[in-house]
Nanobody
Framework: QVQLVESGGGLVQAGGSLRLSCAASGRTFGNYAVGWFRQVPGKEREFVAAINWSGRSTYYADSVKGRFTISKDNAKNTANLQMNSLKPEDTAVYYC?????????????????WGQGTQVTVSS
């Protein structure tokens, strides 16, 4: 079992930055791919970014490419999502998820473990 806890969300003006963190406990992060997803009320959960289990490959939704950066620190058992140049349309609850020896898929149903989410609000 892996427990995931997100942090770092908050309110920021458009153009600002936030850094989300996902802390894992229960098992080492070393063999897990990590994905970040987001969801707004009434809409489906949306893929944001992913990093494969080895940390060598990263993937991004077109809407965040060039603005967001995903990383994984196996020594600290954390994963991070650096979000720059934020836009009001980035407002959502952000979730991290873990997938055992995963490739970093965009499919949310491939991830076994999920955090509770952290709210990100970007004001215009």
């Amino acid at each position: 079992q892996v427990q995931l806890v997100e942090s770092g969300g908050g309110l920021v003006q458009a153009g600002g930055s936030l850094r989300l963190s996902c802390a894992a406990s229960g098992r080492t992060f070393g063999n897990y791919a990590v994905g970040w997803f987001r969801q707004v009320p009434g809409k489906e959960r949306e893929f944001v970014a992913a990093i494969n289990w080895s940390g060598r490959s990263t993937y991004y939704a077109d809407s965040v490419k060039g603005r967001f950066t995903i990383s994984k620190d196996n020594a600290k058992n954390t994963a991070n999502l650096q979000m720059n140049s934020l836009k009001p349309e980035d407002t959502a609850v952000y979730y991290c998820a873990a997938d055992w020896v995963g490739p970093g898929t965009q499919r949310h149903d491939e991830y076994e473990y999920w955090g509770q989410g952290t709210q990100v609000t970007v004001s215009s």
